[in-house]
């Protein structure tokens, strides 16, 4: 593998495991190769990476590893990820222990794992490509007004049932959406029919899973509506108001 084809390796693998990357342009990067950016309520987090692609006899020593702690320092980042298919000298090993956690050395071992995981995220379990805090960031953006971001459909022929989905990420194709819990506002004496709404707090970080999280179709017709096929279910913005369920046959 050439040296700029796995800076784009590493550059696509965190992309997946859901990270904001940015690819450097493989000359003249101040020794940056990989941006790494994870949003959060709290705060934006920034990490630099730097990639080298060597043989097993080529080892990284102390000043290569200096060099990334000093980009990270100079431009206020928060952490610097070295990442190698060679290995570390003690001194270089001993610089990045001394960091406090500012430093991480990571080798082939580490890249293979991140690879097996971001297999899993796009085959099996679409909830790992989805932080906690991408999650909770999405949530804040629909507190500020950024309603599109919750999608309704109805269910059943006879009988009339809801299903919500956050928008949490989504291409000019394609979406991620996770489905939402429903709360009932009103319903009949027996329960059998009323309207509901989708619960829109942290109670959602409980039920991300392999189950909840599902990529759709995203399509958009002449007059700029927004939908997305699941395959099951046609999903469009919500109304923003309760959404009627009926269980009568």
């Not at 610089?95 to 991480?104: H, M, T, W, Y």
């Not at 989905?165 to 009932?184: C, G, I, Q, S, Y």
Request: hydrophobic share 40%; charged share 20%.
């Amino acid at each position: 593998m050439h040296h700029r084809e796995f800076e784009i390796l590493l550059y696509r693998i965190f992309q997946t495991l859901g990270y904001e990357s940015e690819l450097g342009p493989g000359v003249g990067d101040g020794g940056v190769d990989v941006k790494l950016l994870q949003r959060s309520p709290l705060g934006d987090t920034l990490a630099y990476v730097q990639a080298r692609r060597y043989a097993p006899h080529r080892p990284i020593g102390l000043e290569a590893v200096q060099a990334l702690r000093g980009a990270v320092a100079n431009d206020g980042a928060d952490q610097g990820i070295f990442v190698t298919t060679s290995r570390y000298l003690p001194g270089a090993q001993n610089f990045a222990n001394r960091s406090s956690g500012i430093l991480v050395l990571k080798t082939s071992a580490d890249v293979a794992q991140w690879c097996q995981q971001a297999q899993a995220g796009i085959v099996q379990d679409k909830s790992i490509l989805v932080s906690d805090i991408h999650l909770l960031s999405v949530l804040r953006r629909i507190e500020a007004g950024s309603h599109a971001l919750v999608v309704h459909a109805h269910t059943g022929y006879r009988t009339i049932s809801n299903s919500f989905a956050l928008v949490l990420k989504e291409t000019k194709h394609a979406a991620l959406l996770m489905a939402l819990p429903r709360r009932v506002v009103g319903q009949d004496f027996h329960g059998l029919e009323g309207h509901e709404v989708p619960v829109l707090n942290n109670q959602i970080l409980t039920v991300k899973n392999a189950d909840t999280v599902f990529r759709a179709k995203r399509s958009v017709d002449n007059q700029g509506r927004v939908s997305y096929w699941d395959g099951r279910n046609f999903y469009s913005i919500w109304s923003r108001q309760p959404s009627r369920f009926s269980h009568l046959d």
